[in-house]
């Protein structure tokens, strides 16, 4: 029986209307910037497998490392317990990020969060203020699927069916921006205005304000301007609100930059990582704080610790890849890969007959009417593409090359005219 039909038989996948699907695509391997389906036919991999390859598939110095750790330790138990490759990689991970200390691990991206925003809320609490319950966040913001993530992400259109159980935000119209926007000034102030009218009523019971710096993923590669987060990073810390960067898609020079906050001139008080940590070989994610944040846990009560933790917390072999990963992207080349990816978009992306092209770092976006006849005629040509809502992007793993780049805008603008 061929694998589509076995998957069938005994599989419930992640965000799919089985009985309305597209056909399943089986995948037997991959190899650099490709994925291999079991009629051996190639797929360019341009979503970098839900955003998480950063270096290529089965790249062998990732492999390597992981299976060099699972001879030597595969896991203990972190409470208590210390090992080499989770020191090493935070170690390895601080000098990027200047002026965080500390380091806490789970297992993905939605947990990253989560740790961020029961870490904020407890911040306030060992502190004795018991008025700051409400969080911050962005319309069409996705934070990750569990109920805290939920309930920050819950005008992302992707968690309506739970709204009752969620707890208290206060929203902010996100102004996306793209090539030519001449709107985006309007766009802003608004923006600017309703986060004021939030502040002025409910500043002082504002836990933290969380976002997607840069670039809404989930919400379709939706754009804005660094100027407007610095904006907004400033008004909320008038009223002492902790400020939490969701970074588990736009680390690890996906933006251009190795981490996204660099280009916005903020140091916020969270960072959380998952998705590139460790090039997409395992779930492995961080949330990152300062001392600021650490300091008012530190205590003789218990009861001021931070009482939460994962079975897998900075599993040995989710470190060893990441380490490894890390080292792939402080390889000059590998930012010189980033720079020429973006370069490549820039250029091929304005001669689309599309709407709203937009590019950051190694992200391109566009809009159409109706992507999914596109999707389908790109996966017939080899182009693995994923629209989400209206939007179309491309976000490929720093292995591909230019040349790949080229005959897949190629191909696109080949199949725009057709469709
Ligand atoms: C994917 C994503 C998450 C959730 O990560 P998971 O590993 O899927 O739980 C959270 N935030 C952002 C910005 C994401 O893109």
Same mark, same amino acid.
Request: glycine share 8%.
């Given at each position: ?21 597209? $056909? ?52 203990? @138990? ?16 601080? $000098? ?99 986060? *004021? ?7 002082? *019971? ?6 997607? $710096?840069? @670039? ?10 660094? *100027? ?91 470190? *060893? ?27 091929? @992306? ?34 693995? @593409? ?34």
């Amino acid at each position: 029986m061929p694998l589509k039909e076995r998957d069938c038989k005994v599989l419930w996948h992640p965000f799919t209307q089985a009985k309305t699907a597209e $056909p399943l695509i089986a995948i037997k391997r991959g190899y650099g910037s490709y994925l291999y389906d079991t009629d051996d036919k190639p797929y360019l991999d341009l979503i970098s497998s839900w955003w998480v390859n950063l270096h290529g598939h089965v790249h062998p110095g990732i492999a390597k490392a992981i299976y060099a750790q699972s001879l030597t330790l595969e896991h203990v @138990i972190f409470a208590g317990f210390t090992h080499e490759p989770a020191v090493q990689l935070c170690e390895k991970l601080q $000098p990027l990020l200047p002026g965080f200390s500390k380091f806490f691990f789970s297992d993905n991206g939605s947990t990253a969060v989560e740790v961020a925003l029961k870490m904020a809320y407890q911040y306030w609490h060992n502190q004795g203020v018991r008025k700051r319950t409400i969080f911050l966040s962005f319309d069409g913001g996705y934070h990750g699927d569990t109920f805290g993530a939920m309930s920050i992400g819950g005008k992302s259109g992707f968690h309506t069916l739970f709204s009752d159980l969620f707890f208290s935000v206060l929203t902010i119209p996100f102004p996306a921006t793209w090539d030519g926007d001449e709107a985006i000034q309007n766009k802003e102030a608004y923006a600017l205005e309703v986060l *004021a009218s939030h502040l002025s009523t409910s500043g002082d *019971a504002i836990v933290a304000l969380v976002l997607e $710096p840069l @670039i809404q993923g989930a919400n379709g590669m939706q754009m804005c301007r660094p *100027a407007f987060v610095e904006q907004v990073v400033h008004l909320v810390r008038n009223y002492g609100i902790l400020v939490i960067f969701d970074e588990v898609m736009t680390g690890f020079g996906r933006t251009g930059t190795y981490f996204c906050f660099e280009q916005i001139n903020i140091i916020p008080d969270f960072i959380c990582l998952a998705k590139g940590l460790t090039g997409g070989f395992l779930p492995l994610a961080l949330t990152v704080t300062t001392e600021k944040v650490y300091k008012v846990f530190w205590d003789d009560a218990l009861n001021k610790s931070f009482a939460h933790g994962h079975s897998y917390t900075a599993n040995p072999l989710g470190c *060893a890849a990441a380490i490894a990963s890390l080292d792939l992207l402080m390889e000059p080349s590998t930012m010189q890969s980033i720079q020429a990816i973006h370069d490549a978009h820039t250029k091929a @992306i304005v001669n689309l007959p599309v709407k709203h092209r937009r590019v950051t770092g190694t992200i391109a976006a566009f809009d159409l009417e109706n992507p999914q006849t596109f999707k389908r005629k790109c996966l017939e040509q080899g182009l693995l @593409i994923r629209p989400l809502g209206n939007a179309v992007y491309l976000l490929p793993p720093y292995s591909t090359t230019v040349s790949e780049l080229e005959k897949a805008y190629e191909k696109i603008n080949n199949i725009l005219k057709i469709i």
